[in-house]
């Protein structure tokens, strides 16, 4: 898929953004390349392939889930303007 300079500023008007005319055949270029790239990409038969989270089959070492923090939400809760059950009560912000 190729892609012209007038529907590159289409594009970028679109997305609010400001480009010079003059870098508008680069852009289109560029964005040609990609595009070209994922038909690519899409043209792969991937049936049968399972998606990956990652490409090495490894576990995450995984930290205890241990506390490291004293509660100080007393101390917190004491300089706050109002709370209410262990909660902080702020304004109605909508209607």
Do not use: C, W
Not at 18 to 27: G, V
Not at 74 to 79: G, T, V
Request: no cysteine; net charge negative.
């Amino acid at each position: 898929m190729s892609l012209e300079p007038s529907q590159v500023a289409k594009i970028a008007h679109l997305a609010r953004l400001a480009i010079d005319e003059s870098a508008a055949p680069a852009y289109a270029n560029n964005l040609s390349a990609i595009l070209e790239l994922v038909e690519q990409m899409n043209a792969i038969d991937t049936t049968g392939v399972e998606p990956l989270a990652h490409p090495l089959d490894m576990h995450q070492r995984l930290r205890a889930d241990a506390v490291t923090e004293t509660d100080r939400r007393d101390e917190f809760q004491a300089i706050a303007p109002a709370t209410a059950a262990g909660l902080y009560l702020v304004p109605k912000v909508i209607e």
